[in-house]
């Protein structure tokens, strides 16, 4: 399985961006698709994440101006990103869990995306 991630860039502090992340490579639908974040010198953490039911997790952070969707394409999910501010500078990651077809599943890391926002 591949993640590619896309939709990076810079933008003025209350400004908008939207990422895209689209997996290929899967016969399966995903079980969860999610966009996690690092900033220089910080952990890496998650943003927003949705699973195949629908149920959506977003950081406190994040709430109120990010919304994860899933995409009309199969295995592709979107994050809007509105009211950025320059604490949302980061590179951001796509992770996906798969049916590996067996007795489980498998996470999958995509490459990042910066995203920069100037005050």
């Known amino acids: 399985v591949q993640l590619q991630a896309s939709g990076g860039g810079l933008v003025q502090a209350g400004g908008s961006l939207r990422l895209s992340c689209a997996a290929s490579g899967s016969i399966f639908s995903f079980v969860g698709m999610g966009w996690y974040r690092q900033a220089p010198g910080k952990q890496r953490e998650l943003v927003a994440a949705v699973t195949s039911d629908g149920n959506r997790n977003y950081a406190d952070s994040v709430k109120g101006r990010f919304t994860i969707s899933r995409g009309n394409a199969k295995n592709t999910v979107y994050l809007q990103m509105n009211s950025l501010s320059p604490e949302d500078t980061a590179v951001y990651y796509c992770?996906?869990?798969?049916?590996?077809?067996?007795?489980?599943?498998?996470?999958?890391w995509g490459q990042g995306t910066q995203v920069t926002v100037s005050s």
């Open positions: 992770k996906a869990e798969f049916p590996n077809g067996r007795d489980g599943s498998r996470l999958y």
